[in-house]
């Protein structure tokens, strides 16, 4: 069977698959691409912290088919059915000039059709090719000659084998794997531009250590597999996005400077308040785009802990009169923006009634599932029950939007049990990963029904997990809770390596908290460490600080040398509005991301899918005209960096380089940052130093 697009082959028991020219199955008896599965997930939550997990997925029997025949005649040239074996069909439908792969199990003989609940599938593979995507990323890019495990979670606060990481385990289960990630998905690009995206919630594992296969495994029969050949990396991303959906623009008032992530209420008088630290940054000509204030509904304290009041609304006394006070902002051209999750603490008015109206998610016994967090517990909205939403989308409403914040973070969605009872009589173990998706969802319908998704009023809310879907809902993303720390695969580096990897999954808006926001007890945030990560956020789509609680060690304004150097980035980050908007417009319409892999516009050099140095997965292009090599080691004032063949200027000598090696000095305020000089925004660029 053969069209200009789809040829499929089954000649002496051989099957062979090609869409746009690339081969993509190719199964025979001694090496069959497709197996069914019986699988049994040993999923432990740990009991201190239960977002933190262990995972043995148990594969208890594997049926390799053989045999695959076509259904004659097809439907049509563009609607194929493979038969194998006699028990799945294999519908291959041309889509919107996609290949969808439709897995069916018929059932022969006997009970054989529901005995398997997963599905193993081989992906021809090149022996040269890299491999990008699965989520958000912290560690590395290229995965190739890795296995992926595809499970939303925690990621981890130490993810390296070092003697902290066992300690973490052993205190909370909180060590991490390179691979555990707050915004998994079952999508994989590769530099052969092709994307391959299965349509599933279920765990998998995407293994590409193979030559010649990637194989991936679902703990589930998936809906459809979507597939696409195209002639370059960009057509690449502009297909998959076009069909996992782009966030919708950021407003400008996101991009005109930075945005402070403060905490401590609003007593003029208390130098520790918010409205006291507006007034020292105010002072320093710090440009200020938004307040972000996560303790506006207060606080809770517990043994060993502070906690936000997860209660959403805002706190009488530590924030009275916060209306007239957003109003008073908005008058100066700045926004004000909160936070909340997807949990009720017990001892706030919204728990007894979401308790009582069966909006929690249960446990066996069929009470509120208290979600252990250390040294406290919590319980979750069940976003499978229909009333949850009509109740929660309302709570949004009044209080939050009625108030007049205008964004908040979005936190949390990666804690559903895989023990827990739903409304909706669904399996935990795959709404495990959907959840996050329904999380932004909410949020999203919310401000829509509100007024507040579209011009410059938009509402901003950012999320932390996702999955497939989540980009049609969350305008932006930030990669979570790095540590404040220089060390690789948790703090700086893995925040820039995060940035770079959502751009394979469809995430063209995402940003990170300025040296991280979490800490070990033995750590605290250096002045060095502060200062390289404003540089850094400088020049992502939104700049944005984390105060933590008011424990993060070395802030913005901890000395005056960080006060000026700070507001200087800031001023940065505001002058490159007009070009960032620019991005963000190539984005809502290619799907191209406003922080870019080198290799998207260079796809002729090889060196940028190099794993070694590791240094070349910590630089990275902001829209197309821009090379930002941040400095993510500590005391460090030179960069090693590599530049693609074009006339790069450098942005704060002005000097010119052609491409290839080179190291350029990198003292505090002077990060490594280009532009070509063939760019249309060739002036602003060349004021960046004048900022």
């Not at 081969?23 to 049994?40: G, K, Y």
């Not at 991303?237 to 407003?251: D, E, I, V, Y």
């Not at 208290?370 to 979750?380: I, R, V």
């Amino acid at each position: 069977m053969s069209t200009p697009d789809l040829c499929i082959k089954v000649e002496a028991r051989k099957l062979q698959l090609v869409f746009k020219g690339r081969i993509l199955l190719e199964c025979t008896p001694d090496a069959p691409c497709i197996e069914l599965l019986h699988v049994d997930p040993d999923f432990h939550m740990n009991p201190k912290y239960v977002s933190y997990y262990k995972l043995k997925n148990k594969v208890k029997c594997r049926l390799p088919l053989h045999d695959a025949r076509l259904v004659d005649p097809p439907a049509s040239g563009d609607d194929v059915t493979i038969v194998f074996d006699e028990c799945m069909q294999l519908h291959a439908r041309i889509v919107n000039g996609r290949l969808e792969l439709v897995p069916e199990v018929v059932g022969q003989p006997g009970e054989r059709a529901t005995a398997w609940n997963g599905l193993a599938i081989a992906f021809k593979a090149d022996a040269t090719e890299a491999i990008y995507g699965c989520g958000e990323q912290f560690s590395f890019l290229n995965l190739r000659g890795r296995r992926v495990p595809l499970w939303t979670q925690e990621p981890g606060i130490v993810k390296n084998h070092s003697i902290a990481k066992y300690i973490a385990d052993a205190a909370i289960g909180a060590g991490g794997e390179w691979w555990t990630t707050y915004y998994p998905q079952p999508t994989f690009v590769s530099s052969a531009n092709y994307f391959v995206h299965v349509e599933s919630y279920a765990y998998a594992e995407f293994d590409f250590r193979e030559k010649h296969r990637h194989a991936l495994l679902v703990n589930e029969i998936p809906k459809k597999i979507v597939v696409d050949v195209q002639g370059s990396a960009p057509a690449v991303l502009a297909s998959l996005t076009s069909f996992l959906g782009r966030q919708r623009p950021l407003p400008d008032w996101a991009l005109n400077g930075a945005w402070l992530g403060i905490v401590g209420g609003l007593d003029k008088t208390d130098p520790t308040s918010v409205v006291a630290k507006v007034d020292r940054a105010r002072a320093g000509n710090v440009k200020i785009a938004a307040i972000w204030a996560e303790d506006w509904t207060g606080l809770r304290s517990f043994k060993a802990q502070t906690r936000l009041f997860w209660n959403w609304k805002y706190s009488q006394e530590r924030y009275p009169n916060l209306p007239d006070y957003i109003k008073q902002l908005h008058a100066e051209g700045i926004k004000f923006l909160g936070y909340n999750n997807c949990f009720l603490m017990t001892d706030g008015d919204l728990y007894a009634e979401a308790r009582d109206r069966g909006f929690l998610i249960k446990n066996a016994a069929g009470e509120p599932y208290q979600l252990a967090m250390y040294s406290f517990s919590a319980p979750m909205l069940d976003l499978t029950n229909p009333g949850t939403w009509a109740w929660f989308k309302g709570i949004i409403k009044e209080h939050m939007i009625g108030a007049g914040l205008d964004g908040w973070m979005c936190d949390f969605a990666e804690y559903v049990p895989v023990d827990a009872v739903l409304h909706s009589g669904q399996d935990p173990l795959v709404h495990h990963n959907e959840y996050p998706v329904l999380w932004a969802k909410v949020n999203a319908e919310a401000i829509a029904e509100a007024g507040r998704d579209k011009g410059e009023e938009a509402i901003v809310f950012f999320s932390r997990s996702g999955n497939a879907g989540t980009t049609r809902h969350s305008p932006l993303i930030w990669s979570g809770d790095q540590i404040m720390t220089f060390a690789l695969d948790m703090g700086l580096a893995a925040a820039i390596c995060s940035c770079i990897s959502m751009g394979f999954v469809g995430v063209g808006q995402t940003h990170c908290d300025i040296a991280g926001e979490f800490r070990l007890p033995w750590q605290k945030r250096t002045k060095d460490l502060f200062m390289r990560g404003t540089e850094h956020a400088a020049f992502t789509p939104v700049m944005r600080t984390h105060d933590a609680k008011g424990t993060s060690g070395w802030t913005l304004d901890s000395d005056e040398e960080t006060l000026q150097h700070f507001a200087k980035f800031s001023r940065v980050h505001a002058t490159l509005a007009p070009y960032l908007k620019q991005a963000i417009k190539e984005y809502a319409e290619t799907g191209l991301p406003v922080i870019r892999h080198c290799y998207l516009h260079y796809e002729d050099d090889p060196t940028f899918h190099a794993k070694k140095p590791r240094s070349l997965q910590y630089q990275y292009l902001l829209g197309r005209d821009m090379l930002v090599a941040p400095v993510y080691t500590k005391e460090t004032t030179t960069r090693k960096l590599y530049l693609p063949k074009d006339t790069w200027v450098h942005v704060w000598s002005g000097k010119e380089y052609a491409g290839g090696w080179v190291e350029v000095a990198a003292p505090h305020g002077e990060p490594p940052v280009f532009y070509r000089k063939a760019s249309p925004f060739f002036k602003l660029l060349g004021s960046l130093k004048d900022a």
